[in-house]
């Protein structure tokens, strides 16, 4: 296509949109490019109750259909259509997607990320309906409740410390005999009382009715198989962000994610990642939101300096 719009913003979740929103606003030309629905992993959850402003909680694509008609009212585009791939060095930008071809003089990355999932049939089904991937979102639900979360690392251990405060029950289930998790999470989790250890454990089925009720665990060592009667299973077994068709472009550490400090500046100039797929100690709505006006804020600093001094 032949205009070249100021800003793409690759990704249409919380941070791209926010993004969208503030560059709009400042009068930049703006093309959200999103593949399937606005909200990313926000739209397919039921109800987002940490998110300020909404006291009752609100359903997740109902706001990001707010957050999309925000970023439009001030001229923001979306064209649903997948990126297929980009090149994203030089004073304008190309990315190609299944519509067509779109340039840009920024780009903002917010192609977020996706749980890594068990791999168990009926896992996709119940997500929302007693699987979960993300405590602070969910684990109001569970209140005085018992659950189940499978993981090692340290963000499955602080997800077992969270829960520990609003369940009446937490079974740890690792697959190894002790936690990858940082030293000092280990006291903590001691003093919990309400924490029960599954060791060499994995988790071989999902059982459920309308709603979990439960897990089956094999033991790896005695080959044991167990079942643990639970109202809901929290998945804490990593993430992967989706930035593949970045690789070789900007730089990633080694589990994928964009290295992009607090301005969200990438390592290319004119390039910005906000939201899941930045490398970053917390991965929420408010967060991905924030990183998006971070990311405008020092866009507009771009124009500013370096397109107008390249004329």
């Given at each position: 296509?032949?205009?070249i719009y100021d800003v793409i913003v690759i990704g249409g979740g919380p941070g791209g949109y926010t993004a969208a929103l503030y560059a709009a606003r400042a009068n930049l030309s ?154 000092v999470y280990l006291d903590p989790l001691q003093k919990a009382g309400n924490v029960e250890f599954v060791w060499d454990s994995q988790v071989q089925e999902l059982l459920y009715g ?102």
């Amino acid at each position: 296509m032949s205009q070249i719009y100021d800003v793409i913003v690759i990704g249409g979740g919380p941070g791209g949109y926010t993004a969208a929103l503030y560059a709009a606003r400042a009068n930049l030309s703006t093309l959200v490019l999103e593949k399937l629905t606005p909200g990313g992993q926000m739209g397919t959850t039921d109800v987002i109750d940490n998110y300020p402003g909404f006291p009752e909680g609100i359903g997740g694509f109902e706001l990001a259909m707010q957050m999309k008609q925000g970023a439009e009212r001030f001229g923001a585009k979306t064209e649903l259509s997948e990126v297929i791939s980009v090149e994203l060095k030089g004073p304008v930008k190309q990315v190609r997607t299944q519509g067509g071809t779109y340039q840009a003089r920024t780009v903002v990355l917010a192609s977020g990320a996706h749980p890594r999932e068990l791999g168990l049939p009926g896992e996709g089904e119940l997500r929302g309906r007693g699987v979960s991937y993300c405590a602070t979102c969910d684990g109001m639900f569970y209140r005085n409740k018992t659950v189940a979360v499978v993981g090692g690392g340290n963000t499955a251990v602080a997800d077992v410390l969270y829960l520990s405060r609003l369940c009446q029950k937490v079974y740890l289930i690792h697959r190894r005999d002790e936690l990858r998790a940082s030293k000092v999470y280990l006291d903590p989790l001691q003093k919990a009382g309400n924490v029960e250890f599954v060791w060499d454990s994995q988790v071989q089925e999902l059982l459920y009715g309308e709603t979990v009720t439960g897990v089956r665990v094999k033991n790896k060592k005695t080959g044991q198989l167990r079942e643990i009667p639970c109202d809901g299973v929290f998945v804490a077994v990593g993430h992967i962000p989706n930035t593949e068709l970045l690789r070789g472009q900007v730089e990633l550490d080694e589990a994928g994610y964009v290295l992009a400090g607090e301005t969200t500046k990438t390592n290319l100039p004119g390039v910005f990642a906000v939201g899941d797929l930045r490398k970053k100690p917390l991965r929420q709505v408010v967060t991905a939101a924030s990183d998006g006006a971070v990311a405008a804020h020092f866009i507009e600093e771009y124009f500013s300096t370096t397109v107008k001094e390249n004329g």
